[in-house]
């Protein structure tokens, strides 16, 4: 069956970033794939996690830095990204922020991204 998605669902994120999930748990429902456009601004980070998802990541514009087990890694605009469900990673932008499409198996969800306080 078809279903059309009208329109993401923004999802508030304290530091200026701007999640908008359009296919996921929260707006369609669906527990198997998430997918989000993000925006963060330059400075903006967040907190180590390491999910029970894998997470494919295109960015769009500017840069997403992510640091990991084996260092860190800059992904540029036009570039992607997958890390493995279990590995710890942590995620901020570049100097000129990052726009970005996020694609999580299973769906994205703050129970199983096991962030860090």
């Known amino acids: 069956m078809v279903r059309r998605i009208d329109g993401p669902t923004r999802i508030p994120v ?5 999640i ?7 707006n369609s429902g669906d527990e198997q794939v998430s997918i989000a456009h993000m925006v963060a601004p330059p400075g903006w980070e967040e907190p180590a996690q390491t999910p029970e998802f894998a997470e494919y990541t295109l960015v769009l ?3 997403v830095v992510v640091e990991h087990e084996d260092g860190t890694t800059v992904v540029e605009a036009g570039q992607a990204f997958v890390s493995e469900p279990g590995e710890k990673i942590r995620y901020s932008s570049g100097p000129s922020g ?20």
Do not use: I, M
């Open 61 to 63: 514009k500017g840069s």
């Open 98 to 117: 990052a726009e970005y499409v996020a694609v999580c198996l299973p769906a994205f969800s703050p129970d199983t991204a096991n962030r860090e306080e």
């Open 20 to 26: 908008d999930e359009y296919v996921g748990r929260v």
């Open 14 to 18: 304290p530091g200026g970033k701007v």
